[in-house]
């Protein structure tokens, strides 16, 4: 696709998605910058997350911000220290390195998660512990043991539920008493790691940057940046104000799959077809200008009798399994998010990757089991892709046009030669890049990368919005058109104070240009809101035991 077929922009560079989502971020940071002037930090932090937030899937043509990161900072420096009950001294001198991962939230499903319980357990030259900034549900239980099993702790700052500047300073003083480094792997819009951080002291500050397409906090806070691939690092380095990055993968564990004849039964897959497979958010699949995956996928069953294809992670079954049936009647299986994808993987041919946006964890787990990987690199935001992860330069899975992504997958359908040779390379590639002993080397590298204390970053270059920029603003209102400022300030509302809810209340009742309009739960104080949410889950839990017992 070039520049001038990217829908809802302007020949001349200029984009009103762009401009609008502009001048939305920008009244929403003066709007925090004025409550941090009339001596209201904790309103100003909880303003500017829903700023971030707004700007994270509402492409404002930045991929940081320097008046918001110098924001935090202010802010960073009010928090008074503290040192509650409980409180972790430093044990004692085991000879390991002591690294601290700071989550937003762990969750079952997607790699995200996934990406920091193989850190921990490919990192064995460190003790791990886990703070989760806003978890309330119980860690995933993988994740719980990867921590415990690597001699850590873990502990969530939302429990019991405190404001942002309390759980910052929690932040800022479990780090200083217990850790060597720390790793940030952070929700994009997260504010708690920005304001434990945006002091001098304590522990260097290691960036994870796994949401390397949208724009992101922690610029200040992190004294390096660690990169997954080098597009990731050109942003870095061009567009968010980074002078300290290198690129550290995406860590990966050796596993066993399960025997492809068994993952086949499981899934009632006759023998005799060739399966295709591709796994991802809906996000990620929604057609977008020439980008249609399901289309593609629908053209390419249509030229292979005995193809199928599994479609796993789409929250939204009903309405993707619909139109793909529309296209291709009983060829498409989809499927919801999983926790264990591992049957699918095993039972898979050829990967698909999404159009227009890649699942780059994804590819890279399959990828790594022998299976040849189809991916697609748009030329004018090459980031969606996972052309440049350095396990994939070199070989040959990356098409540049729809077309070509068909052949590709035409070929490795018609040849189970090709599939083998081009499996048998993508996984010795991916491993070499992805698992120890290759990974941990590139992890020292970052390490070795960080001083010996932790330094506030200041301010650098961050570049101008371009082709690019117009491409990430048009996809994401194409994936959620509804998307806007009231849902930032719906999904942050509870951190504040019961002063600051009620003027948002009256705020919505006065009505007029620009007013929000928040559901009801949004004015509730988020201890009752985790009251409730656990009300329901144990109802649910108690209920489906009930229906079970009944049923025996």
Same mark, same amino acid.
């Given at each position: 696709?070039?520049?001038?077929?990217?829908?809802?922009?302007?020949?001349?560079?200029?984009?009103?998605?762009?401009?609008?989502?502009?001048?939305?971020?920008?009244?929403?940071?003066?709007?925090?910058?004025?409550?941090?002037?009339?001596?209201?930090?904790?309103?100003?932090?909880?303003?500017?997350?829903?700023?971030?937030?707004?700007?994270?899937?509402?492409?404002?043509? /930045?991929?940081?911000?320097?008046?918001?990161?110098?924001?935090?900072?202010? /802010?960073?420096?009010?928090?008074?220290?503290?040192?509650?009950? =409980?409180?972790?001294?430093?044990?004692?001198?085991?000879?390991?390195?002591?690294?601290?991962?700071?989550?937003?939230?762990?969750?079952?499903?997607?790699?995200?998660?996934?990406?920091?319980?193989?850190?921990?357990?490919?990192?064995?030259?460190?003790?791990?512990?886990?703070?989760?900034?806003?978890?309330?549900?119980?860690?995933?239980?993988?994740?719980?043991?990867?921590?415990?099993?690597?001699?850590?702790?873990?502990?969530?700052?939302?429990?019991?539920?405190?404001?942002?500047?309390?759980?910052?300073?929690?932040?800022?003083?479990?780090?200083?008493?217990?850790?060597?480094?720390?790793?940030?792997?952070?929700?994009?819009?997260?504010?708690?790691?920005?304001?434990?951080?945006?002091?001098?002291?304590?522990?260097?500050?290691?960036?994870?940057?796994?949401?390397?397409?949208?724009?992101?906090?922690?610029?200040?806070?992190?004294?390096?940046?660690?990169?997954?691939?080098?597009?990731?690092?050109?942003?870095?380095?061009?567009?968010?104000?980074?002078?300290?990055?290198?690129?550290?993968?995406?860590?990966?564990?050796?596993?066993?799959?399960?025997?492809?004849?068994?993952?086949?039964?499981?899934?009632?897959?006759?023998?005799?077809?060739?399966?295709?497979?591709?796994?991802?958010?809906?996000?990620?699949?929604?057609?977008?200008?020439?980008?249609?995956?399901?289309?593609?996928?629908?053209?390419?069953?249509?030229?292979?009798?005995?193809?199928?294809?599994?479609?796993?992670?789409?929250?939204?079954?009903?309405?993707?399994?619909?139109?793909?049936?529309?296209?291709?009647?009983?060829?498409?299986?989809?499927?919801?998010?999983?926790?264990? /994808?591992?049957?699918?993987?095993?039972?898979?041919?050829?990967?698909?990757?999404?159009?227009?946006?890649?699942?780059?964890?994804?590819?890279?787990?399959? =990828?790594?089991?022998?299976?040849?990987?189809?991916?697609?690199?748009?030329?004018?935001?090459?980031?969606?892709?996972?052309?440049?992860?350095?396990?994939?330069?070199?070989?040959?899975?990356?098409?540049?046009?729809?077309?070509?992504?068909?052949?590709?997958?035409?070929?490795?359908?018609?040849?189970?030669?090709?599939?083998?040779?081009? =499996?048998?390379?993508?996984?010795?590639?991916?491993?070499?890049?992805?698992?120890?002993?290759?990974?941990?080397?590139?992890?020292?590298?970052?390490?070795?990368?960080?001083?010996?204390?932790?330094?506030?970053?200041?301010?650098?270059?961050?570049?101008?919005?371009?082709?690019?920029?117009?491409?990430?603003?048009?996809?994401?209102?194409?994936?959620?058109?509804?998307?806007?400022l009231s849902s930032c300030v719906a999904a942050s509302s509870r951190y504040f104070d019961t002063r600051a809810r009620a003027a948002l209340f009256l705020e919505g009742l006065r009505g007029g240009e620009g007013s929000l309009h928040l559901p009801a739960k949004s004015h509730l104080p988020?201890?009752?809101?985790?009251? =409730?949410?656990?009300?329901?889950?144990?109802?649910?839990?108690?209920?489906?035991? /009930?229906?079970?017992?009944?049923?025996?």
């Amino acid at each position: 696709m070039d520049a001038a077929a990217i829908p809802a922009c302007a020949a001349d560079g200029a984009s009103p998605l762009v401009d609008e989502a502009r001048a939305v971020f920008d009244a929403t940071v003066e709007r925090a910058v004025r409550h941090f002037e009339r001596g209201s930090p904790g309103e100003s932090a909880v303003w500017a997350q829903i700023a971030a937030h707004f700007a994270t899937y509402r492409h404002a043509g /930045i991929y940081a911000s320097d008046a918001l990161e110098a924001l935090l900072v202010e /802010i960073a420096r009010t928090l008074p220290p503290i040192r509650p009950a =409980g409180s972790r001294a430093r044990p004692g001198d085991s000879g390991r390195r002591r690294t601290l991962h700071v989550m937003t939230r762990a969750l079952p499903v997607g790699g995200h998660t996934r990406a920091v319980e193989r850190w921990v357990r490919s990192d064995e030259a460190s003790v791990h512990a886990l703070v989760a900034t806003a978890q309330t549900e119980p860690l995933p239980p993988w994740l719980s043991r990867a921590v415990r099993g690597a001699g850590g702790f873990y502990e969530s700052l939302a429990l019991p539920p405190r404001d942002l500047l309390w759980r910052a300073s929690r932040l800022r003083q479990v780090a200083r008493d217990w850790a060597d480094v720390v790793v940030l792997h952070g929700h994009p819009y997260d504010v708690v790691p920005s304001l434990a951080f945006g002091v001098d002291g304590g522990p260097p500050v290691l960036l994870f940057n796994h949401s390397d397409a949208t724009f992101w906090l922690g610029a200040r806070a992190a004294d390096v940046v660690a990169d997954m691939r080098e597009t990731g690092r050109r942003l870095s380095l061009e567009r968010r104000g980074i002078s300290r990055s290198v690129v550290l993968p995406i860590p990966l564990v050796r596993r066993e799959a399960p025997p492809r004849e068994e993952a086949r039964r499981r899934l009632q897959i006759p023998e005799s077809a060739t399966v295709l497979l591709t796994s991802g958010k809906d996000f990620k699949f929604v057609p977008f200008g020439d980008h249609d995956f399901f289309a593609l996928a629908a053209r390419i069953l249509a030229r292979r009798e005995t193809a199928i294809l599994l479609a796993v992670g789409l929250h939204d079954v009903r309405r993707w399994q619909s139109a793909a049936d529309r296209r291709a009647p009983g060829r498409v299986r989809v499927f919801g998010p999983r926790a264990e /994808i591992a049957d699918f993987q095993a039972a898979a041919d050829v990967y698909l990757d999404p159009m227009p946006a890649t699942s780059l964890t994804a590819a890279l787990e399959v =990828g790594a089991l022998g299976c040849p990987v189809v991916g697609f690199r748009d030329p004018v935001q090459p980031i969606f892709s996972s052309a440049d992860d350095a396990a994939f330069a070199g070989l040959a899975g990356h098409a540049r046009s729809p077309a070509e992504y068909e052949r590709r997958a035409d070929a490795l359908i018609a040849s189970a030669e090709l599939r083998r040779s081009e =499996g048998s390379a993508a996984a010795e590639a991916i491993r070499t890049v992805h698992m120890s002993p290759g990974w941990n080397r590139a992890l020292e590298c970052a390490l070795d990368a960080l001083p010996r204390r932790h330094r506030v970053a200041s301010g650098g270059s961050y570049g101008t919005a371009g082709a690019g920029d117009r491409f990430l603003a048009s996809f994401e209102s194409a994936g959620d058109p509804g998307f806007g400022l009231s849902s930032c300030v719906a999904a942050s509302s509870r951190y504040f104070d019961t002063r600051a809810r009620a003027a948002l209340f009256l705020e919505g009742l006065r009505g007029g240009e620009g007013s929000l309009h928040l559901p009801a739960k949004s004015h509730l104080p988020e201890r009752w809101l985790v009251i =409730g949410k656990r009300f329901l889950t144990t109802a649910s839990s108690l209920g489906r035991r /009930i229906s079970h017992s009944a049923s025996r």
